[in-house]
């Protein structure tokens, strides 16, 4: 068992990763209608990602036993201003994310439950990487301008394919 706050907070994290999931494919989807198909396959993978991250925080409290809560999700947004707005709005949803994770930290720390923060470090260092993975992706996107984005969604498709060659 684990401190109940600490369950509680993992339970929050778990709504938090599944919304992150339905954000990255209503960002997906939208890329994907306005022909970024460089852009909508990275943030589809983003989105089975965040999934996973979901499905890792339930396994967590099961193996401790405790209990896991299917959150209910708000809707995301569907509509976009256009592709920089987007990956502006990708960054501030990982600090958003980052924020959470080290309140996780803090709680843990309050509370003495060192397997959770032992745990959840996995987490800390995986945000590390999704930002500078998106700030890699404004700076690209900032470099192309308006006249390449054609460059920069194809540029995406080299992104997507080091992210997955990392991941092996």
């Given at each position: 068992?684990?401190?109940?706050?600490?369950?509680?907070?993992?339970?929050?994290?778990?709504?938090?990763?599944?919304?992150?999931?339905?954000l990255y494919l209503a960002m997906a989807i939208w890329?994907?209608?306005?022909?970024?198909?460089?852009?909508?396959?990275?943030?589809?993978?983003?989105?089975?990602?965040?999934?996973?991250?979901?499905?890792?925080?339930?396994?967590?409290?099961?193996?401790?036993?405790?209990?896991?809560?299917?959150?209910?999700?708000?809707?995301?947004?569907?509509?976009?201003?256009?592709?920089?707005?987007?990956?502006?709005?990708?960054?501030?949803?990982?600090?958003?994310?980052?924020?959470?994770?080290?309140?996780?930290?803090?709680?843990?720390?309050?509370?003495?439950?060192?397997?959770?923060?032992?745990?959840?470090?996995?987490?800390?260092?995986?945000?590390?990487?999704?930002?500078?993975?998106?700030?890699?992706?404004?700076?690209?996107?900032?470099?192309?301008?308006?006249?390449?984005?054609?460059?920069?969604?194809?540029?995406?498709?080299?992104?997507?394919?080091?992210?997955?060659?990392?991941?092996?």
């Amino acid at each position: 068992m684990i401190p109940k706050e600490v369950a509680k907070i993992l339970n929050e994290q778990i709504e938090k990763e599944f919304y992150s999931s339905n954000l990255y494919l209503a960002m997906a989807i939208w890329c994907d209608a306005q022909g970024f198909e460089g852009s909508s396959q990275w943030l589809y993978d983003q989105a089975e990602e965040e999934r996973m991250h979901g499905f890792k925080f339930i396994h967590y409290l099961v193996d401790v036993d405790e209990k896991a809560v299917v959150p209910a999700l708000k809707k995301p947004p569907v509509g976009f201003k256009d592709i920089k707005s987007l990956f502006d709005m990708v960054l501030k949803h990982e600090q958003f994310i980052s924020d959470s994770i080290n309140e996780i930290v803090k709680v843990c720390h309050k509370t003495n439950d060192y397997r959770t923060m032992n745990w959840i470090q996995y987490f800390v260092s995986e945000q590390i990487e999704e930002e500078s993975t998106v700030r890699t992706i404004l700076d690209k996107l900032s470099l192309a301008g308006e006249k390449n984005i054609f460059w920069f969604d194809k540029e995406m498709v080299t992104i997507r394919n080091n992210a997955d060659s990392s991941n092996q």
